[in-house]
Each structure stands twice: as C-alpha cells, then as structure tokens.
C-alpha cells in the first residue's frame, strides 16, 4: 500500500475488429452484433471521459469504422499492433506515458455499457493507494480494470481468468460492492440485460431496443 496520489489517469482501452467482437451475442444480436460493439464501446469511453480523474482514453484499435466512432466521442485512437490483447493494452500504455508521464495508467475493458463515471472515480481513487491493483468483474473470474501508479511496470494479464492472474502478481484486488457499474462487462446475452438493468449508456439503449425491446434507463 502507498500514500495516496492525486495524479490524474489516462486510462487504456482496447477494441477489437467488429467482426471479432462479441461473437458470443451473435445469436442475440443477429445483424446488430458489430453496432452494439461498436455502442458499447463509444459508451464505455463517454462515461470513463466523464470521470474527473482521468484525463484521457487512449483507443487501441485495427477497425477504422470502430476507431472513427470512438474518435468522436473523444478517444485518443492508436493502431492495434495485432499481437493479442496484452500487447495492445501494453503499446496503448507507452503511448499514454508518452503523452502524460507522470499520470496513472489503468487498462479498462470495453465492454462496460452502463459504466457510470462517479462509480469509476470510486474505483481509482481506491487504486491509487497502491502501486498496482485491478477490478474483478461480475463473475469473480475476469478482470475490468487493471491499473499502476507513475513509474510502476505496467503488466496486465487479461483474458480468460485473469482474477487469479493478477493476484498472483501481487496486484491488490478491489472487490467492492459499490462499483457494480465498474464490475458488469458483456459478453452474454444474460450479461447484457444485467447492463441494462443498472441502464446503459444511450448509444447501447438504442441498439440494446433492438435486441431486447425496451432496456428503460440509461447511464
């Protein structure tokens, strides 16, 4: 544990191609599957801009019609590498310590449609107080977010049960009942109404009345 910081974030997010994203909603979704990719997205970075902490979302990328959309919602885009997930979050990192060397960097899912910025501030205000630490999501398996102070190793480990993997790298778990926005990612259908349940951003709501009929609030 560290005393802790006031410096502000630049947090990393990556997105796959469209036709590589949410590949588990493909029956859910039929034809919507790349626009509610591509929604989640564009909402998950509005809200986390939202956030008084960070000061910028670097968008790691290979889609143009992805990063088009999420360049104008804000997002610092920058071309994926294409060496898998860890490399993506690892090259967005270098480009946010390039821009603000002396920021936090956190790495934050893209799936987070119901993302709500005053629950995100909860969870790095809580991250800041120690040199590494993560986000378990919903499930208790995976992770949301992943983040380091200025000048500690930035080594995420994402991907399948990435809990565990990062306990194991000594980073401190946040497992907190009041960042449930910060916690729900969408892969499955199932997760999608839990999303909409806590209301989504406006860019899933419109394509989430497509796939389940009304989803009532948004974030």
């Not at 919903?138 to 809990?163: D, K, L, N, Q």
Request: net charge negative; charged share 20%.
């Amino acid at each position: 544990m560290r005393a802790s910081q006031s410096s502000a974030w630049s947090l990393v997010v990556p997105v796959k191609t469209l036709v590589a994203a949410k590949t588990r909603l493909t029956r859910a979704a039929g034809p919507h599957r790349a626009a509610l990719a591509v929604a989640i997205a564009c909402d998950t970075v509005s809200a986390a801009l939202r956030c008084p902490r960070v000061a910028r979302v670097v968008v790691v990328t290979g889609d143009p019609q992805a990063a088009e959309a999420l360049a104008e919602v804000g997002g610092h885009v920058v071309d994926d590498p294409q060496a898998g997930l860890n490399a993506a979050l690892r090259f967005g990192a270098a480009e946010a310590v390039r821009l603000a060397p002396g920021d936090a960097v956190g790495a934050l899912q893209a799936d987070l449609p119901a993302l709500r910025p005053a629950e995100l501030d909860v969870a790095l205000a809580a991250a800041a107080d120690f040199d590494m630490a993560f986000v378990p999501d919903a499930a208790g398996i995976g992770t949301t977010f992943y983040g380091t102070m200025p000048g500690v190793p930035f080594t995420p480990g994402f991907g399948g049960e990435s809990r565990a993997r990062h306990l194991g790298r000594g980073a401190k778990e946040l497992d907190r009942d009041d960042i449930p926005s910060v916690r729900r990612d969408v892969d499955t259908p199932a997760d999608l109404a839990e999303a909409v349940t806590l209301g989504v951003g406006p860019r899933t709501a419109e394509v989430a009345r497509l796939i389940l009929g009304d989803p009532g609030g948004t974030a």
